[in-house]
């Protein structure tokens, strides 16, 4: 909590979940998100612009698949 009179109302951040399966999707409060695979890393990168002075909740979609 916080913040400075400078302090830019929105920023830009970047998740990196590793070792994952491609996700079907992303969402940042709700609206679609920027994302990327990469392959070799086994990695989904999620980009998004949050607003400072609020929590954003992201969420990232996989296929649920059986391991049995």
């Known amino acids: 909590e916080g913040g400075f009179?400078?302090?830019a109302p929105e920023r830009q951040v970047q998740i990196v979940l590793q070792r994952v399966?491609?996700?079907?999707?992303?969402?940042?409060?709700?609206?679609?998100?920027?994302?990327?695979?990469?392959?070799?890393?086994q990695a989904a990168v999620i980009e998004a612009?949050?607003?400072?002075?609020?929590?954003?909740?992201?969420?990232?979609t996989f296929e649920v698949r059986d391991v049995g």
């Open 21 to 41: 399966p491609r996700p079907l999707g992303a969402t940042a409060n709700g609206h679609p998100a920027e994302w990327r695979y990469d392959e070799a890393r």
């Open 49 to 60: 612009v949050c607003a400072t002075e609020r929590a954003t909740r992201v969420n990232v």
């Open 5 to 7: 009179p400078e302090q």
